[in-house]
């Protein structure tokens, strides 16, 4: 009996990892959140998800800022939401909507070191791209953390593995 036990606690723990399929981008890539960093073309080909994460990665010379539209508009970087600047930074995307980034140094700002996302809700729906303000910088190769690439097949292996464990602590 021990065994089948043992056979369905790890059929119950593969199907848990199967089916974590969020992401983490490095925001700027290898360049990180920095003036010289193409922020508009690194934004350009993502989709945020709901439980997706940014990881912001910067120097002592700057600091985050999440922030209102209008804040994120005019580069104000006093009426913000939050302040961050240990110069490795995690936010998790929990919610469905808008969220908007700033560097704390406003001439950096207003030199295009803003970050706005689009987050959906539906993990299975491409709609709403990210969107950033435009600026003429290099691009920089894609670094993203993808916890899991099986998309939807995953769903259907964890459903027959369900099945399976189900079966087997029947038997």
């Known amino acids: 009996m021990a065994p089948k036990l043992l056979l369905v606690y790890l059929l119950a723990t593969f199907s848990i990892v199967l089916t974590t399929n969020a ?3 490095t925001v700027g890539d290898n360049s990180g959140w920095d003036i010289s960093t193409d922020i508009d073309s690194w934004v350009q080909d993502k989709v945020f998800k709901v439980g997706d994460s940014l990881l912001f990665q910067y120097s002592s010379s700057h600091s985050l800022n999440e922030a209102k539209r209008e804040s994120f ?21 929990t919610q469905p909507g808008e969220r908007y980034f700033v560097c704390g140094n406003n001439l950096h700002c207003l030199g295009g070191m803003k970050l706005q996302v689009n987050v959906v809700g539906d993990a299975s729906s491409p709609v709403g791209s990210p969107q950033a303000q435009p600026s003429a910088k290099s691009n920089n190769p894609p670094s993203v953390i993808s916890n899991s690439s099986c998309g939807k097949t995953s769903y259907l292996l964890v459903t027959f593995l369900g099945f399976m464990a189900t079966i087997l602590s029947v038997v």
């Open 23 to 25: 992401t983490t981008y």
């Open 73 to 93: 508009e005019a580069c104000n970087t006093t009426d913000v939401l939050s302040t961050f600047s240990d110069g490795n930074t995690t936010i998790a995307l």
